[in-house]
């Protein structure tokens, strides 16, 4: 069996299982080889220059084209060329030489001024006839060229040239230089009023002090925290004072537009001072607003009528810092560093008996995440873009759109686009988004998510805007439809088979109690409610309408707690709704029904068989601060200890017409012994105990089905391509004796196999059990359901260098251990550090019963500080395999000096490891040979290494040479409270 890493072209063998020591000899070969390879200085070099970039100024006839020399053009190009008329010029032509580019899609925008601000003068597009000229006549002109993700063309060349004299150049008369005005006067040239000729913001200085030097946008941006002020230096070609001297600007949408037209920045609230170092230099102090509203601004300055447009865009977040926002975080100051600016969380899912973090990489300081975030704001006023619970609330209906959800019954149905447990970070999904379209109302919604996706995308979006925010998963959590009665109803119904025994119908139920779901907090105080300071839960997951969209909060927390949903008058939005659904989510009763025999279809009669409390509404979790595996508990934030508050949620009416609550007489006792959790490949045991009440003294008969199905983590059936998604059902008889002590209680045990359960685990991560059963002789009936969680072995990483630095290498390699009785196919992995997304291409076509994959890898980190390294690996049969490793990059925090330039190649250098394939062949072949011929001589001397199975459904034929070895750590353990 072969493994093979495209990152470094190498080849290796698959490894079965060996001694502590022996498994030792592997990594020895490898990192050797590395050496060998890296100290022959055939690292790769690459040129990742794309065919124009950047802006270029021109200021002499010359031809721009789109750099492609013949071919076709790149993909994701923007580039611009400020065109300056030459002394004695104004007018500037651009003539058409060739013009071939993707209708609609790609453009080729001429601007008469030099920043993309206004309506272009010329916006082309498609096919243009060669000789067509465009003229400026201001003597700028500005040209951009860009092109989105997909098709390609034949690009374009086009010809500049100068012509007539500009009315804004004046070289004054020989008559008028008198013998003390020769034009080099430190004051300036009295020639004309003052203009500004310069307006620039150290970006270094003012990011350090907003903190905001994390953001990754190559200085594109100003990113300002409202509240928190900035300097800008103006110059001027001749004297001036202050008080001519203004800040003008208002929201943008980054292309063209002001969204809320331009406007005096201090009577926006905002605060402008103004310093003279000079008659000719100004430091201009610019603050926004404490209650600014956020986004993306263009700025400007005014000098005598004249605007000056700062030639970059100003980006105002919030800014938890300020104690006069209502974002502010009173508490401890360092654990912003959590809730603000840490890049990676954990995602807790599982069941409430066994839960663990996916590990998931935020990105919020990815340019594609960042811009999104200003993007996805355009539609919100800006009055409301001043006021956080109207932007947290826009962006839970905005994110849904933008992230497609889907809940399938079969893993096929997800094809061709990404399995929502494929994801491992932020950043891929908001520029796959990006990259969807040139336009935001074009653009397709990223497919697929999940709640814990909807929930790290969300708490993206809030950390880059400067929001205090966290993920949080409740287990067994209800999800109620409206109306809200705080009880989540099951329905069990008469086998179709004649027997009478009961199964669950989910075509009537309207209610679900999913093994968890994970929504967000968001932390600011509110003036518009009493008593609803701190976290505010909401949830961009689309489940229930909330004023005609799918969108939920921001409700106050300490509101859920006390089941309070008075005094909402002055929110504007229907809190009321949401803050029920997540009363509900936390505390809500399962009822239990059960068919009556009669009626049929919708007219099924039902009775009310019992109610299960306190069930509901378990283990809330979220990252610990500061600790990336680390769980904190936040049960008691939302709900009080359900055993001893003694409190009762209000119920409304049913419909008795419909529903009959009789009660049966109970005689016999029942209990159910089942696992969390199982391992997968392991065998497991399901326990049920029936048992005679002490007043009983007759013989019962009782009869037990039970019936296992493969289900998602909300409890919807998944059937991985089948008629049905049950893969066991198991009916037993059972006489209790009233006069015998040694036989008033039977005790059936039920053993699942991996043969019985594995087939089904390609699309569903849980197994239901649902057990009915009756007493013959008083009609009795106990109903009971229960999720079991299958958990995969996390894949182990490791890393060659201990010293991880900016900008150099990091070697390492993945092993990932196949648990189940044969092969799995397909195997796609992910490697995720600090917004580089890998993908690793193992072209294995399988992975033998209990074998082991190694997957060599090299990355190239780019920003310093903790960092996830996340690696996920899925495959046909089981849905995810994944495994992270906190890593410390040493250099400076944020952006190296060398950063701009690493970020920018670091992704083509990953890539571009391939290029050692060829450098690297004899060695990788070399070692290929000797691990062939260290396992041939582990077979001749070792005749009984190899693992056999006894699977009680049959035994599968293999291949000798091929046979797997069972790894001793994945061996099968019994409980040792369970009879087999």
């Given at each position: ?168 150049v004046e070289s004054p008369a020989d008559d008028d230089v008198g013998p003390e ?152 100051a360092s654990l912003l560093d959590e809730y603000v600016l840490s890049e990676n ?396 002590a040694k036989k008033r209680s039977h005790i059936v045990k039920v053993e699942i ?228």
């Amino acid at each position: 069996m072969k493994v093979h890493s495209p990152a470094l072209g190498t080849t290796f063998l698959e490894l079965g299982s060996e001694t502590e020591a022996e498994s030792q000899d592997w990594w020895t070969d490898f990192t050797a080889w590395l050496d060998s390879v890296h100290n022959s200085g055939d690292t790769p070099t690459g040129n990742d220059k794309k065919q124009c970039e950047g802006q270029v100024t021109i200021t002499e006839p010359t031809t721009i084209t789109d750099g492609s020399g013949g071919n076709t053009y790149e993909h994701g190009l923007d580039c611009k060329w400020l065109i300056k008329a030459p002394s004695g010029k104004k007018a500037i032509t651009l003539t058409i030489e060739k013009f071939d580019l993707e209708e609609d899609y790609d453009f080729l925008y001429i601007y008469s001024v030099p920043t993309a601000t206004d309506e272009p003068l010329f916006a082309l597009t498609g096919e243009v006839a060669p000789g067509k000229t465009f003229t400026s006549e201001t003597g700028e002109m500005l040209v951009e060229f860009t092109t989105d993700a997909t098709e390609a063309h034949q690009g374009f060349a086009a010809k500049v040239s100068f012509a007539g004299t500009s009315d804004d150049v004046e070289s004054p008369a020989d008559d008028d230089v008198g013998p003390e005005d020769d034009g080099g006067s430190d004051s300036g040239s009295d020639s004309g009023p003052a203009k500004i000729v310069e307006a620039e913001v150290d970006l270094r200085a003012t990011h350090v002090a907003h903190k905001t030097d994390r953001y990754r946008t190559k200085d594109e941006v100003v990113v300002l925290r409202r509240g928190f002020p900035m300097t800008m230096k103006v110059s001027t070609d001749n004297p001036t004072e202050c008080g001519k001297l203004s800040v003008w600007g208002g929201l943008h949408d980054g292309q063209n537009t002001f969204l809320s037209g331009k406007t005096d920045m201090s009577a926006s609230g905002w605060t402008v001072s103004c310093k003279g170092t000079s008659n000719t230099a100004f430091d201009l102090t610019i603050t926004p607003a404490d209650l600014a509203a956020v986004g993306l601004f263009q700025l400007y300055v005014k000098l005598d009528g004249q605007e000056f447009v700062y030639d970059k865009y100003v980006a105002v977040i919030f800014n938890p810092w300020n104690k006069k926002s209502p974002e502010f975080w009173p508490n401890d100051a360092s654990l912003l560093d959590e809730y603000v600016l840490s890049e990676n969380i954990g995602l807790w899912r599982g069941s409430a008996g066994r839960n663990s973090p996916m590990r998931w990489a935020l990105d919020q300081f990815e340019p594609a995440v960042f811009y999104s975030a200003l993007d996805l704001l355009q539609g919100l006023d800006n009055q409301k873009r001043q006021q956080i619970q109207f932007v947290v609330r826009h962006l839970s209906s905005a994110e849904n759109g933008m992230l497609h959800g889907k809940w399938a019954r079969d893993e096929k149905d997800y094809d061709p686009y990404t399995k929502p447990w494929e994801w491992t970070g932020s950043g891929r999904i908001f520029a796959q988004w990006r990259d969807s379209s040139s336009t935001v109302r074009r653009r397709d919604s990223v497919r697929y998510a999940q709640c814990w996706v909807f929930s790290g995308a969300f708490t993206s979006l809030m950390r880059t805007l400067g929001m205090p925010s966290r993920s949080v998963t409740n287990f067994e959590s209800a999800h109620e439809h409206q109306p809200y009665d705080n009880n989540c109803d099951a329905y069990w119904v008469l086998k179709a088979d004649g027997s009478d025994d009961y199964t669950r119908d989910r075509d009537l139920e309207n209610d679900s109690v999913w093994n968890f779901h994970v929504w967000n907090e968001v932390f600011f105080t509110r003036e518009d409610c009493e008593k609803c300071d701190g976290w505010q839960s909401t949830d961009a997951t689309p489940q229930e309408y909330s004023d005609g969209d799918y969108q939920l909060g921001p409700a106050p927390k300490t509101r859920v707690y006390n089941l309070d949903v008075s005094g909402y008058d002055k929110v504007g939005y229907d809190i009321v709704s949401d803050t029920h659904f997540l009363v509900s989510e936390v505390n809500a009763d399962q009822r239990h029904f059960l068919e009556k025999k009669s009626g049929s279809g919708r007219n099924k009669k039902f009775k009310l068989h019992y109610t299960e409390k306190n069930i509901i509404g378990k283990e809330i979790s979220c990252n610990k601060p500061l600790r990336p595996t680390g769980r904190d508990d936040v049960t008691d934030e939302y709900k009080p200890d359900e055993r001893n508050s003694g409190r009762v949620l209000r119920e409304w009416a049913t419909d008795d017409s419909f529903l009959n609550e009789e009660l049966d007489k109970n005689d016999v006792k029942f209990k159910k012994d089942i696992p969390q959790s199982l391992d997968v490949g392991s065998t497991g045991v399901l326990g049920f105990e029936v048992e005679l009440k002490e007043s009983v003294k007759d013989d019962r008969r009782v009869e037990l089905y039970v019936e296992g199905q493969m289900v998602d983590y909300t409890g919807q059936p998944v059937t991985a391509g089948r008629d049905s998604s049950i893969f066991k059902t198991v009916r037993q008889f059972v006489r209790l004796r009233g006069s015998d002590a040694k036989k008033r209680s039977h005790i059936v045990k039920v053993e699942i196999n991996p043969s019985e359960y594995a087939p089904w685990l390609g699309s569903g991560t849980f197994m239901q059990w649902s057990v009915s059963g009756s007493v013959i002789e008083t009609g009795q009936r106990f109903l009971s359901n229960k999720n079991v969680e299958f958990v995969t072995p996390p894949i182990e990483l490791v890393l060659k260098q201990q010293d991880v630095k900016v900008g150099t290498l990091v070697d390492g390699a993945a092993v990932l251990v196949n648990p189940l009785i044969f092969p799995i196919t397909n195997l796609k992995g992910q490697i995720h550090l600090s917004g580089h997304k890998v993908d690793l291409d193992t072209q294995v076509s399988e992975v033998d019963a209990f074998g082991r994959l190694i997957v060599p890898f090299a990355l190239m980190p780019s920003v310093a500080g903790k960092q996830d390294l996340i690696i996920s690996f899925t495959c046909d049969q089981v849905t995810e395999f994944q495994g992270s490793a906190e890593i410390t990059v040493a250099g400076e925090q944020g952006e190296s000096p060398d950063a701009v330039a690493t970020k920018a190649d670091s992704d083509t250098k990953m890539q571009e490891q391939q290029k050692m394939q060829e450098e690297a062949a004899a060695q990788a072949e070399k070692l290929e040979e000797n691990l062939k011929q260290d396992d041939q001589q582990e077979e001749q001397q070792d005749d009984g290494g190899r693992v056999k199975e006894d699977i009680e459904s049959g035994q599968i034929e293999q291949d000798p040479e091929q046979e797997p070895v069972q790894d001793p750590e994945q061996e099968p353990v019994q409980d040792p409270e369970q009879e087999p």
